[in-house]
């Protein structure tokens, strides 16, 4: 695992499909014309995402944004391999990826997801289970990790005992327990207020670069986007397609006062302007989100 | 960022004093209800005696004291039939109806949960046998199963079942559907997935669903009992409320309650001591 310098390039990227690698960086996911749709059992066909195309590096941390709900979930839990595309395929160091891989990707959601029966540190062991990890391995992996999450010493809690930043932390260091070179995040921090977001934000990044992760991060938010991404992934909608790539090279840390911070910003904001959706597509939005969950709840690469 | 000396700022469960003052509370509300209940008592008795109430009709607490105390001492009273081999014989039916509302209950129960379409087809069965009182069926039942142990057993299913077909099914309807994609992504295999997370996911409402049907069923066999004068505690009861011994239907009745009461603590006990967690979701 190689710890990664910061960005230090100034200035503002310009717009491009990326294609190959870059300065001798491992391709590690690459997506290649993912579209998924959908029947719905009432109406017709319902386009989710369609033609996606882009590639992520080694230790890039990329933020996929868009308008809420329709699409941006979907391409991580297809990149993730709990959905399989309607068409096109993801690829993870070559391979195709059509079900779950704990050895390389690990995925964290909104929702914690933590185990209330289970203590904190049985919890963050959950994975190594299923992974078959040797036990002196687990007790090593999970000291260590809760120690890079700032919370050494609540290996014996509860899950309710804890708050909800605390327990957002926990996911995540359960999802680096795993030790997957590959972390896909689905807007963990959504359901935070916001200074634990601006602080676990920080977190993250720190992290990032100690550990040397390849980050895949869904946020609708521009600033969240902006402030952790080195490359932002904007989709619209309708169906969702890959409207641009920005690449972002703002020195680390990034400050919410850089004016080129704000001119991202509105840059973002421009592109999703035009993409906002309807009061009629917002109803189509809701309708794609129960049949995904539908879909999400059994899975379709069943062994 | 949260350290180790923050650790005074997170609340811990007993950490404060709540010990202290939630104890004391419960015993100031049970020293209420105990002196209530004695006062209820005693004026109970001093109406009895002073109106010269009769024995028949009505029953005063000493008297059935007099009967309880026999009746648990020796088993009898007024030469009643014994009380414990009919004990027996009501736990035993209660006993193999209630283990085999567990078996029909979980599988018909988690059949559903999984597929709610499959339910549809029985979801007005059960409404029709939750929505009238069973016992209106008894005379039918009685005709095909009898009135020994297999007709008591039948109509206590009867009575039992649907709440616990129902508990089950909505318990496992209810899980967090999060819990299925955590499952998958960390590479459990369903089965696993089932064993690990979504059944002790479920338990809580599980042990309600349980608790529900051996209440019902209890109670159904006693009725069973009461209504055809078969054998059992129910038999009891209706042997002595039809020979007049007054404070032996009361002292009867007591022991009924007593007996379902009980056995509905040990199903406390176990969720206070497995399922705190569902109990108390934000301490």
Same mark, same amino acid.
């Given at each position: ?30 997506v290649?014309?993912v579209s998924k749709s959908f ?9 989710v995402l369609?033609?996606i ?16 709900? &329709?699409?941006?979930?979907t391409l991580l839990s297809i990149i993730a391999g709990l959905t399989e595309p309607t068409a096109g395929m993801v690829y993870?160091?070559?391979?195709p990826m059509t079900r779950p891989n ?182 189509? &939005? ?6 995904l969950?539908?879909e999400l709840?059994f899975g379709q690469s069943e062994i | ?67 309880? +105390?026999?009746?648990? @001492? ?47 087809? *029985? ?16 005379? @039918?039942?009685? @005709? ?11 109509? =206590?299913?009867?009575?039992? @079942? ?22 998958r ?17 479920? =338990?809580?409402? *599980? ?8 209440? *019902?069923?209890? +109670? ?54 497995? *399922? ?8």
């Amino acid at each position: 695992m190689t710890s990664v310098a910061p960005d230090s390039i100034a200035g503002v990227g310009g717009s491009h499909a990326s294609s190959g690698s870059k300065q001798g960086l491992k391709t590690r996911i690459r997506v290649e014309k993912v579209s998924k749709s959908f029947r719905a059992p009432s109406s017709a066909e319902i386009v989710v995402l369609k033609d996606i195309t882009f590639e992520v590096q080694q230790n890039d941390f990329v933020v996929v944004v868009g308008p809420s709900g &329709c699409g941006k979930s979907t391409l991580l839990s297809i990149i993730a391999g709990l959905t399989e595309p309607t068409a096109g395929m993801v690829y993870i160091d070559g391979k195709p990826m059509t079900r779950p891989n704990p050895t390389k990707v690990s995925i964290m959601f909104q929702d914690p997801l933590l185990l209330p029966w289970r203590t904190i540190s049985q919890n963050i062991e959950l994975p190594l289970e299923a992974m078959k990890i040797p036990l002196t391995e687990r007790r090593k992996r999970i000291s260590y990790y809760l120690d890079i999450v700032g919370l050494s010493g609540y290996e014996k809690y509860h899950p309710r005992e804890i708050s909800g930043g605390m327990k957002q932390r926990i996911a995540l260091c359960r999802s680096l327990a795993m030790e997957t070179d590959i972390l896909l995040m689905d807007e963990p921090f959504g359901a935070l207020d916001e200074q634990t977001r601006l602080i676990l934000s920080d977190e993250l990044v720190n992290i990032w670069q100690r550990v040397g992760k390849t980050i895949v991060f869904v946020t609708h938010s521009l600033s969240e986007a902006i402030y952790l991404g080195n490359k932002a992934i904007v989709l619209g909608t309708k169906p969702g397609r890959v409207n641009e790539i920005i690449d972002i090279h703002l020195p680390r840390p990034r400050k919410f006062d850089d004016p080129q911070f704000g001119a991202l910003t509105q840059r973002l904001w421009d592109e999703l302007r035009s993409e906002t959706t309807s009061l009629r597509s917002k109803a189509r &939005c809701m309708e794609k989100e129960r049949v995904l969950d539908e879909e999400l709840k059994f899975g379709q690469s069943e062994i | 960022m949260l350290n180790r000396s923050d650790k005074h700022l997170v609340k811990r469960e007993g950490d404060d004093r709540p010990r202290s003052s939630a104890s004391k509370r419960l015993r100031t509300n049970g020293l209420v209800v105990l002196l209530a209940v004695a006062a209820w008592l005693i004026v109970w008795q001093v109406s009895y005696s002073i109106f010269d109430l009769s024995p028949i009709l009505t029953s005063s607490p000493i008297l059935i004291l007099k009967a309880l +105390v026999s009746m648990i @001492l020796t088993g009898t009273y007024h030469d009643s039939p014994s009380m414990y081999s009919n004990l027996e014989i009501t736990l035993q039916a209660a006993a193999v109806a209630f283990l085999l509302n567990l078996a029909i209950g979980f599988s018909l129960g988690i059949m559903f949960g999984f597929f709610p379409y499959a339910g549809r087809a *029985f979801e007005p069965l059960i409404l029709i046998l939750q929505a009238f009182p069973i016992v209106v069926l008894f005379p @039918l039942i009685v @005709l095909v199963a009898g009135i020994s142990l297999m007709g008591k057993v039948m109509l =206590a299913i009867l009575i039992g @079942l649907p709440y616990l077909i129902f508990n089950v099914a909505s318990a496992i309807r209810s899980v967090n559907q999060g819990y299925y994609l955590l499952g998958r992504s960390i590479g459990f295999s369903s089965w696993t997935s089932l064993r690990k997370i979504i059944i002790p996911e479920s =338990a809580p409402l *599980f042990l309600q669903g349980i608790r529900l049907c051996f209440a *019902f069923t209890y +109670v159904g066999v006693i009725v069973a009992e009461l209504v055809y004068v078969s054998n059992g505690l129910g038999y009891l009861l209706f042997w002595s409320s039809s020979s007049f011994y007054t404070d032996n239907v009361f002292a009867i009745i007591f022991i009924i309650i007593a007996i379902g009461a009980i056995i509905d603590s040990l199903f406390h006990i176990v969720e206070r001591k497995f *399922f705190n967690w569902k109990t108390n979701p934000q301490s």
